[in-house]
């Protein structure tokens, strides 16, 4: 039971962008069907800002803290 | 660390990049906030990647920093989005107590009523699919508390809907969890 649980949450893992499978409704408090629709909306929500077109910006900053790593030789701290 | 994994890194991070935005975005409800977010969670995790295992889930390391980040904001200044999700819930509230039964709202609305520890635990578990013991870890609570966070919500959902089984959830008020920020 556990590891089905386990394997199941690997796949979801590596799954996860592509393909979202409703919960199985068995920790709450409410009926299964509230579950169901709720979690639908909520991931639908979800997926509907994780499809919105990436600014520039973000790819921007990362290049520039990529190029900084590669013009400083100084080592990274561990501690932030 | 090598050029190679500098590249690897960043490759990594700029995939990730929709999904914080998207944790962000239900966080901090306005987008450009949201954003603001998003980049100062990027800058913190290159900074400090010296202290990310290689082994681990990289999403969760850099969920936890940006839900670390927003919660110190939160503590410096309050959002005014904490002031209107007050609001809201109050007013909402209100019609409760008057009427015997209150206006149903949307998803959209009903989400943001729910406390900013609410909408996190449910996005980490209901939206992003880690499991209890990962988002407790990442949220520096109680695997227990994690659990009661994602109930509470989606009963508080159920409840503002007005989805029909929420009837069967009982008439007793479910006491509104206490804000991170309030008190």
Redesign the interface.
């Known amino acids: 039971m556990s590891d089905e649980k386990q394997s199941d ?1 690997q796949m ?2 590596e799954a ?2 592509v393909t ?2 409703p ?1 199985p409704a068995q ?5 299964s ?3 169901g ?3 639908h ?3 639908e ?2 997926r509907r ?4 077109p ?2 520039d ?3 921007k ?3 520039e ?2 190029r900084s ?2 013009q400083s030789t100084s ?6 | 660390m090598t050029a190679g994994s500098t590249a690897d890194l960043q490759s990594q991070l700029t995939a990730l990049v929709p999904n914080l935005r998207a944790f962000a975005r239900s966080l901090c409800g306005a987008a450009d906030q949201a954003d603001d977010l998003v980049q100062e969670t990027l800058v913190k995790a290159w900074k400090s990647r010296a202290s990310f295992d290689p082994g681990s889930n990289l999403k969760a390391w850099l969920f936890t920093i940006l839900r670390n980040t927003y919660l110190s904001e939160l503590r410096k200044r309050k959002y005014e989005v904490q002031d209107h999700d007050g609001e809201l819930a109050q007013q909402l509230s209100v019609k409760d107590s008057q009427s015997g039964h209150m206006d149903l709202v949307d998803f959209t609305k009903a989400f943001a009523v729910l406390s900013a520890e609410q909408r996190e635990a449910l996005i980490l578990i209901g939206a992003e699919g880690f499991s209890y013991d990962e988002a407790a870890l990442m949220c520096g609570c109680a695997v227990g508390t994690m659990k009661s966070r994602v109930n509470r919500a989606r009963g508080k959902l159920a409840e503002l809907m007005g989805v029909d089984v929420a009837e069967d959830f009982g008439g007793e008020q479910i006491p509104r969890p206490r804000g991170i920020a309030v008190g």
């Not at chain 1, 920790?27 to 009926?31: D, M, S, Y």
């Open positions: 949450e979801r893992q996860k962008v979202m499978t919960e920790e709450g408090g409410l009926p069907e509230a579950h629709l709720i979690g909306q909520l991931r929500e979800y800002v994780l499809a919105e990436l600014p910006k973000f790819t900053l990362l290049e803290l990529a790593e590669g080592k990274p701290e561990s501690k932030e």
